[in-house]
């Protein structure tokens, strides 16, 4: 929709309904309907979707797909699939869907196959890992690889140092990866102890390659390995993911061990394409290929399952409705596995950089809120720590559960109880303990009020059968996929962000205020502030 979607009438019987629900409990929701927990389901590739413990009805789901269909989200999809440039603030296609596309499909974007350029990267990614996996690819010394450190920040790390993190079970030839992001010099110090520069590859992943934290750590790593082995062996050391092929080679990285991408993929959407890399040479390229295709279910999923069907859209309609008509400000993640600590982490970028916005893709004025905060741990390590909020606070906090069904190794049924506890919190959360049924067993009156759980706590649950690449690529795709559907419901361009610009630049300027030999003039042009003036002084 042009405009302002809060004008609608969709809205507007929304708000309606919103005032006609508000005071009513699940516990009420429940008993009126029991058929809800078989109803409120839905199911795409391997994932099940139990969103029955949301505090909505079928009426509800009617009205925010009204909502949808008024936004127009059946044309942005098409538009997104089709490569039209819908990232409009740097006129740009979006088309992270084209890194997961089949070979045998082909996309014409801007007069060129992108599914053909996606597949030949694919392949010389692959051709690579497996020359490093068989060990034929030898480090300076004549010593095969044995770590792959990749370095590089947000998209360019979140995604392939969660993933390893998730898939660790299928890293099959005795190749580890480490994930160096940070500026902190704490980071690099911490991922280089222990390595052995001869067996060590480093993979400078910088979409831009002018990262200023990626181009540091990268400098410092090169520094370690010419140390040790000399300049000769940094093309044996050094491999580069990159869209910048000129400065890649100015780096003094060879172009022929940079592997592309392009600007129709967002940084933070990209993990599924070359910056994979270190993924890909730790699982093997058909692991990887079968995350790709795990992505692809759900794409395919999401562009053709019909809304009141599709996982991606329901979820993220019943995000809109918390944001935007309950006034919640978060949703926290929480998977039940910890493989998947890193998960909610990845997920603050590619929801919060993406979302996180205050202007419509027009450039007016947003006139709802935009961008939910994502945070979470996993379960149960979050139980004991936060969910105290989540059951007696003051907030609402809507939360995903992810779970799945059958774990890598048990030991003395600890799996059972790790599912047994996920799926107690959500009940919990739910239908609480009321004050009569604390009493009644035996409670003093003054204690009462504080064992009461109010319940009425709304929660999803995600199950799968196993975690592995492809339900990895799953989860990961229907939460891109739950950004683009409240992108297009706030009418924001998901696909910039511009926000994180200026403090980049800001800390470029301040830095000789910290480094030069005499303290900078109060009234420097370095020092933006009197107070960061102070702060400076102090530091110094
Ligand atoms: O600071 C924001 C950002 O541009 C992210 O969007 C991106 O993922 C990250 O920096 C890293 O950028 P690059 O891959 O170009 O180094």
Redesign the pocket.
Known sequence: MNGDITRSQEWAALGKHHGELAGIRLRELFADDPGRAERMTAAAGDLYLDYSKHRATSETIGLLLALAERAGLRERIAAMFGGEHINVSEDRAVLHVALRMPRETRLVVDGQDVVADVHAVLDKMSAFSGRIRSQEWKGATGRPIETVVNI?????DLGPAMAYEALRDYADAGIAARFVSNIDPADITGALAGLDPATTLFVI???????LE?LTNARVARRWLVDALGEDAVSRHFVAVSTNAAKVAEFGIDTDNMFGFWDWV???YSYDGAIGLSLMIAIGPERFREMLAGFHTIDEHFRTAPFEANMPVLMALLGVWYNDFFGAESRAVLPYSQRLHRFPAYLQ?LTM?SNGKSVRADGTPVTAGTGEIFWGEPGTNGQHAFYQLLHQGTRLVPADFIGFAEPFEDREGMHDQLVANLLAQTSALAFGRTAEEIAGEGTAAEIVPHKVMPGNRPTSTILAPKLTPSTLGQLVALYEHIVFVEGTIWGVDSFD?WG?ELG?KMALDLEPALTSAEPPEPSAATLPDPSTERLVRRYR
């Open positions: 590089g920040i947000g998209g360019s992943s910088s979409k831009t390659f002018t990262t990626t967002g940084g933070r970028q950089e962000q994180v980049k």
